[in-house]
């Protein structure tokens, strides 16, 4: 399995940013799907996660109302849009696939994509 993420950048605090990634090499479908991030000298930390069939989400406080967590299982996607960015936001960001929602088993991790937030 492979997950390649894009879609991240340097923004200005306030602006928005739509992150990707492409799920390949088994069934997208089958897996819940999560989004992390990991900031300079900070612990990888879970900000959104989302069940196969797109139905049920779930945010960390601190992107809740600001951030929507989205999938399309036709194009082995999903996708984290964070608006309101701010400087403590920067961070490398990680889609992972596993078992997210009835426990929490996660199988694989994605090299991540780079969110810079300049204040």
Do not use: H
């Amino acid at each position: 399995v492979q997950l390649q993420a894009s879609g991240g950048g340097l923004v200005q605090a306030g602006g928005s940013l739509r992150l990707s990634c492409v799920f390949a090499g088994s069934t997208f479908s089958s897996y819940d799907m999560a989004w992390f991030r990991q900031a300079p000298g900070k612990e990888r930390e879970f900000v959104a996660k989302i069940s196969r069939a797109g139905v049920t989400t779930y945010y960390a406080e601190s992107v809740k109302g600001r951030s929507v967590i989205s999938r399309d299982n036709a194009k082995n996607t999903v996708s984290l849009q964070v608006n309101r960015l701010k400087p403590e936001d920067t961070a490398v960001y990680y889609c992972a696939a596993g078992v997210l929602f009835a426990a929490i088993r996660l199988d694989y991790w994605g090299k991540g994509t780079q969110v810079t937030v300049s204040s």
